[in-house]
Structure formats: structure tokens, C-alpha cells
């Protein structure tokens, strides 16, 4: 069961649903994220600003 997202500091790319609702907050494709994550880490704040937007 995923953690609520204001208490969730990581993606957890192994979870298809939290892939998915990560992707959809980013409004990008799964692949997009994957390669955001193999970027800089599965942390949200470095992959949102990866991706130029502000944490959530």
C-alpha cells in the first residue's frame, strides 16, 4: 500500500501505481521518469527539480 504523498520523500519506482501517479503529478511518461530517477535518485524534491518544478 503506498504512503500518503506529504509523507513520501522517495518514488518508489518498484510500485506501478506510484510510477504511474508520480508521472502523472510531472505530467510526463513513465519512461520519462524512470530516466529522471536513474538521473539524480528516486527522491521527489531532486527529481522535481530535475524536471523544473517546484516539490509538491
Given at each position: ?12 519506482m518498484f510500485d506501478h501505481s506510484d510510477r504511474q501517479r508520480w508521472a502523472q ?32
Amino acid at each position: 500500500m503506498p504512503t500518503e504523498t506529504r509523507d513520501q520523500t522517495h518514488i518508489d519506482m518498484f510500485d506501478h501505481s506510484d510510477r504511474q501517479r508520480w508521472a502523472q503529478h510531472f505530467g510526463i511518461t513513465e519512461e520519462r521518469l524512470q530516466k529522471a530517477v536513474r538521473m539524480v535518485s528516486s527522491r521527489i524534491t531532486s527529481v522535481a527539480a530535475y524536471l523544473g518544478h517546484s516539490a509538491p
